[in-house]
Structures are given as C-alpha cells and as structure tokens.
C-alpha cells in the first residue's frame, strides 16, 4: 500500500543553518504531496503542498519539489530560526478514499 | 481561512466515564477525521465521515464511536474511557475533491485517570 517514509529526528541546528527533512514515498498512480507542521501544543498546520511532478510548493521561506523520479519530496529552508522549531509530517494523498497517509513526523530543534 | 475548532483543550476524565469531544468545521467539508497522536506513534486515524451520518473506521477504532449529524459537527465518544486511550486527539477536515489537503483543528489533549 501507499506509504511515507521520512527522516527520524530530532534534528538539531543553529540559528541561520541550512535546513533538509528528507522524505520518500510510495504510491500507485499520482499522489499529492504535502508538508505540515505542528508547533509545541498545536494541531497541525498546512505548510505546504505540491499536487504534480516537478512542482514547487513553498511557504515561510520553506520549499519542496515534487521528484516523480526519485519519489522523494524533501523539505528545505535555507536559513533556520529558532520559531521554527516544530514536528514536521510528510503527507500523500491518492486513490479514492480521500485519506491522507502521514509520514511519522521528525522534530526539528532550533538553537540561538 | 478555514477554522476548524474543538471542544477543549484539555480535558480530564475517570476510568469508565462516558467522554464526548466535538469538532466544528466552518467550510462547508464534506470530509471529517479524528485522529489521535502519541510519541512515537505518529498520526493514527481512529474514524473518518465523508458525509452526514455516514462513517467508515480508521485504524484503531475498537474503543471508540462516532456521530455526525450535521455536515459541520462530527463527535468523538469514548463509551467507557480507560487509562490507554491518554492521548492528544487531533480532529481534521477536507473536501473531497483532489487534492484533499486537510485542516486540523488545536487539538484536544485528554488525560484519563
């Protein structure tokens, strides 16, 4: 079936470092791909999508591209603040059941 | 901006009460979902509803029971909370139309003792 696959955490990186959450999936046919994000306390929040092969979703100085090639879908900032600091899920979507399947998220830890 | 609201935001029940946790989306979506999420875990769908008194179960749905009776509201119920079923418990919402992103509600953290 349909899966996410993405880093474990936690990540830890200074502030103004270059951030990457890789994320792989699997799926039949053409899933969207999403990235949430889910601050300290918080639900989850939708931090960005890309819905074909080789879009670009970006967001808050966040961007993925949709890879078909090498089913991957990695996040990256370029220059990392402490507010950042979250747990951060990669999501598909696909088939007909409406239904998201989530990757099992990685916290990221920002330091000053 | 879609809002999707829960009931509480903590909540604190005995073993063997009876608990009910809303979930209130404001635009209209089709699709409703209630998650819950523990360290470790990840996301684990419980239900999910793709219309008004139509449910289907998720992963882990022995415990728990649904209600949607109104295209807005879909209910949460623990017939008889026990220690195990501590968790945050995160509510969603999504149109049915590709590409089903869903928005969440803040989530509601339960402790049961």
């Known amino acids: 079936g349909d899966s996410v696959t993405q880093m474990e955490g936690p990540v830890t990186l200074s502030e103004e470092a270059f951030l990457t959450i890789n994320c792989t999936y699997t799926?039949?046919?053409?899933?969207?791909l999403f990235w949430y994000v889910q601050y300290p306390g918080e639900g989850l929040q939708l931090l960005l999508k890309?819905?074909?092969?080789?879009d670009k979703g970006s967001n808050k100085g966040f961007e993925a591209t949709y890879r078909k090639e090498t089913t991957s879908f990695h996040l990256e900032k370029g220059s990392v603040q402490v507010s950042d600091s979250a747990v951060y899920f990669c999501?598909?979507?696909?088939?007909?059941?409406?239904?998201?399947?989530f990757g099992t998220g990685t916290l990221l830890a920002v330091q000053p | 901006d879609v809002k999707v609201t829960q009931s509480s935001r903590y909540l604190v029940k005995r073993t063997g009460e009876k608990v009910f946790l809303e979930c209130v989306q404001d635009m209209d979506h089709e699709n409703m979902f209630w998650y819950r999420q523990d360290p470790g875990l990840g996301l684990r769908l419980i239900y999910f509803s793709y219309d008004v008194k139509m449910k289907e179960k998720g992963d882990i749905p022995e415990g728990y029971s649904v209600s949607r009776e109104k295209k807005e509201r879909f209910s949460l119920i623990l017939e008889s909370a026990s220690t195990n079923q501590t968790s945050m418990y995160l509510c969603?919402?999504?149109?049915?139309?590709?590409?089903?992103?869903?928005?969440f509600g803040p989530g509601t953290r339960l402790t049961v003792t």
């Open positions: 799926a039949t046919g053409y899933p969207s």
């Open positions: 890309a819905t074909k092969a080789d």
């Open positions: 969603a919402s999504s149109y049915t139309t590709y590409p089903y992103e869903q928005y």
């Open positions: 999501a598909l979507s696909g088939g007909a059941t409406n239904k998201l399947i």
